[in-house]
């Protein structure tokens, strides 16, 4: 398409321009809002536009901490209407985390109804819900009305709202923060508000406070779930210092005493951001797939405290290591990743240290300190100019009644009148108006005073009063010049308001009080799942269709069996709770199973496929226990085989380990325990072959070496044994025959070998 300006086809309001830079403008566009009014909080105040804006809708609907509640949906609606053009939802979300005392550490608003639980459960409708300010929450607001921060006009410029909160304490770290912005992160952990407070002091007094010394006072987080925190002190230090970290956190628990040697665990804090739902449900799933045997049951008994029962499988198990085990498998242990990026001055995103971000709170604590005196300076002007025409208004009484009284235009008249000349009325009493009093003309405030003020004002009880309230605001007036020309009284003054909010809101309060504690984590020896397990006696049975199942001691092996219709037995074995099972696929791929994991004996059992990763259409070859140290002999029905070493073929997952490579139409025939210095091959075609086991090639996978050679069929079984002792097999009768004279069936390993000797099983098996 043409671009000429006289183009017919192009519109005369559109702009021709390259699409990466139109796309780029606007992404950028996108990402700075995204960045600057969304998702980092600002470093002042430590909140986010849409909570900022919701606290001021608060404010203006007098939402106090003493006074009543009002709907969460009139408080929503309210944000969304005059500040913050977005989803009501969203603005209701944002106002019910507030008040979530499981997720917020200070709560900044009190909700009354089902504002959602620490299950992880939604509040309730925002027409079901009341809400109001917390006492905390004001005090991130006190200032407001003396010109403390800048106001700035709402989205569609009807209002006006504060661009930043005067905020009376640190609430960035107090009550943490997290957002995904564009390109970048934030994620704050909430910290105790006394502490750091301790901090602030410390900072006010020791400028060049070292990072160390800093954390001395603010060891940590303080999460609002509690917790305990068993990050190393290095690591916590550092994280201070960059910005960036980790704090790995566990759930507080403890050992109650149940009576003859009984006990059980109870967990009373879990780690901040875990629902406690799904905790329970990731212990259950512990205790269904056997994956930590020492636990036997998990119960849930929270009402408003927290209180996880979980009992041990036996009185004699360790409560560390259970503890342990359940630490490394579920959130019971969890880590918060700290990532400090905030908004300096609201404008530029930065990843703070800790110290940073209390010196970015104070720097802006001093100008909201300078703001709010310079406006009372202002106000104490005002109202001393219209005292000083009050006390002029005395002393020239009469004169002032005439004039009011007989003037046609009052107001002009007392503007115009020069009362430095006139005096003040006879009184018997001593003259206490000070040199200045009464001198000069007065102003046009003043003259409005005076025509405003009431007859009963003129009183001389009343004069006494002005005299006394002018000469209090000189002297705040003065004090007032003093702080703003004084940067050290500046500081102390903003410690005085610290160690207030201290007063309130610190240790010796409930709110205040530290709810995560800290401990060391140790480095407690990983115990071998098969050493939680209980010892204790099993019978191993399969079935020829797959179905496996253990039962309770050793039964008699030959004791007939139930199996499923068209099913029958397959393998059965004697083993232990503590063993480990290889199962030996047709595929050429190893799974391990755990004698504890299997299936009761009641019953048929259950398809093995669901605990490993089997095929439908792939047999099982062998199972058999496993035993470190030995050494297996495999095979391939294409005759080919090698001597793998029992460690290489146990598998950690259920996919299995693929130990035996294979070629189209070939599956893996046999997997035999070495014992010997020999090998016995058998074929298809009944052909016997004896080689030495030295010939075969130890290997951990792959297709491995030519056993026999065939022409027709292909290997039908393998064993080894020993030379000395003779090859043994059993007669069709059942009897075992042994040969020791081998000579007509010894051979180089991949000969084609001789017919079996007479008496040798026709289905052409040792066993």
């Not at 690591?235 to 759930?251: H, K, M, P, S, V």
């Not at 102390?492 to 984590?521: H, M």
């Not at 996978?701 to 064993?719: N, P």
Request: aromatic share 6%.
């Amino acid at each position: 398409m043409s671009d000429a300006p006289d183009d017919p086809k192009i519109e005369p309001n559109l702009v021709a321009e390259p699409l990466s830079r139109a796309i780029g403008e606007r992404y950028l566009t996108y990402a700075l809002s995204t960045i600057m009014h969304r998702a980092l909080p600002d470093a002042r105040d430590g909140l986010k536009p849409v909570h900022r804006r919701i606290l001021y809708a608060m404010r203006e609907l007098r939402l106090s901490a003493t006074g009543g509640f009002r709907k969460s949906a009139k408080i929503s609606g309210d944000v969304m209407g005059n500040y913050h053009p977005h989803g009501d939802g969203a603005i209701y979300d944002a106002m019910a985390r507030l008040a979530q005392d499981f997720n917020v550490r200070y709560p900044l608003v009190d909700g009354q109804g089902n504002f959602g639980n620490i299950d992880g459960d939604n509040p309730a409708a925002s027409r079901y819900t009341e809400a109001r300010l917390t006492a905390i929450a004001e005090t991130l607001m006190e200032g407001l009305a003396e010109n403390a921060v800048d106001f700035r006009p709402n989205y569609d410029g009807t209002l006006e709202e504060p661009v930043v909160m005067p905020a009376a304490f640190p609430n960035l770290l107090a009550n943490g923060s997290s957002g995904i912005a564009v390109g970048m992160a934030t994620n704050i952990p909430p910290h105790n508000l006394d502490e750091l407070i301790q901090g602030c002091h410390a900072m006010l007094a020791n400028p060049s406070l070292t990072d160390e010394e800093l954390v001395r006072l603010i060891p940590g987080p303080d999460f609002p779930t509690g917790g305990v925190i068993v990050e190393s002190r290095e690591a916590i230090l550092e994280a201070y210092r960059t910005g960036r970290g980790a704090f790995r956190t566990r759930a507080k628990w403890e050992v109650e005493d149940l009576g003859r040697g009984m006990w059980q665990i109870i967990v009373t804090q879990i780690p901040y951001q875990v629902q406690k739902s799904k905790l329970i449900e990731k212990l259950a799933e512990l205790i269904n797939l056997k994956k930590v045997p020492l636990l036997a049951d998990v119960r849930d008994e929270s009402a408003e405290d927290i209180r996880i029962v979980i009992e041990p499988r036996a009185r004699n198990v360790d409560p560390e290591v259970l503890m342990g085990a359940l630490f490394r498998n579920s959130d019971l242990e969890a880590r918060f990743s700290m990532n400090m990026n905030v908004l300096i001055d609201g404008k530029v995103p930065k990843v703070c240290s800790l110290k940073e971000v209390l010196c970015a709170f104070l720097d802006h604590r001093r100008d909201v300190l300078r703001r709010r005196s310079e406006h009372r300076v202002e106000k104490i002007d005002a109202r001393l100019e219209v005292l000083e025409g009050f006390i002029l208004t005395f002393l020239n009484l009469d004169r002032v009644i005439d004039i009011i009284r007989y003037d046609d235009d009052p107001k002009r008249a007392l503007m115009a009148e020069d009362w430095s000349k006139k005096h003040r009325r006879a009184t018997s009493e001593k003259d206490y108006v000070s040199p200045e009093a009464g001198e000069g003309e007065l102003t046009e405030v003043q003259a409005e005073a005076i025509l405003n003020m009431r007859l009963r004002s003129l009183r001389r009880l009343e004069e006494l009063e002005l005299l006394r309230e002018r000469d209090a605001l000189m002297k705040e007036r003065a004090d007032l010049a003093d702080l703003l020309e004084s940067e050290r009284r500046q500081w102390t003054k903003i410690g005085s308001e610290l160690e207030d909010i201290r007063k309130a809101f610190g240790k010796d309060t409930v709110l205040g009080r530290r709810r995560t504690a800290f401990a060391e984590a140790g480095v407690a020896e990983e115990v071998p799942y098969e050493a939680m397990i209980e010892r204790e006696p099993i019978t191993v049975i399969c079935s020829a269709m797959g179905w496996i199942r253990a039962m309770k001691g050793h039964v008699d092996l030959a004791a007939e069996q139930k199996f499923k219709d068209g099913d029958g037995a397959r393998f059965a074995f004697h083993a232990e709770t503590t063993d480990k099972l290889l199962l030996v696929a047709e595929n050429g791929r190893f799974f391990t199973l755990l004698g504890a994991n299997l299936p009761g004996g009641r019953g048929m059992g259950e398809p093995v496929r669901l605990m490993v990763d089997l095929p439908n259409d792939t047999g099982i070859v062998d199972l058999m226990i496993f035993r470190p140290g030995e050494k297996l002999l495999v095979a391939s029905s294409a005759g080919d085989g090698f001597v793998v070493a029992s460690d290489e073929v146990l598998a950690q997952t259920r996919a299995g380990k693929q130990v035996m490579t294979l070629g189209a139409g070939v599956k893996t025939a046999l997997c035999r325990r070495v014992a010997g210095d020999a090998v016995a091959v058998v074929g298809d075609n009944r052909k016997l072959l004896v080689f030495a086991l030295s010939e075969l090639p130890e290997m951990a996978k792959g297709k491995g070496v030519r056993l026999q050679k065939y022409k027709d069929g292909g290997l039908s079984d393998a064993t080894t044994f020993t030379r000395a002792a003779g090859l043994s097999w059993k007669d069709p009768a059942g009897r075992t025959r042994t040969e020791t004279d081998l000579a007509e069936w010894e051979g180089p390993r991949a000969g084609v070998g001789r017919m079996a000797p007479r008496g040798f099983p026709r289905d052409n098996r040792f066993t």
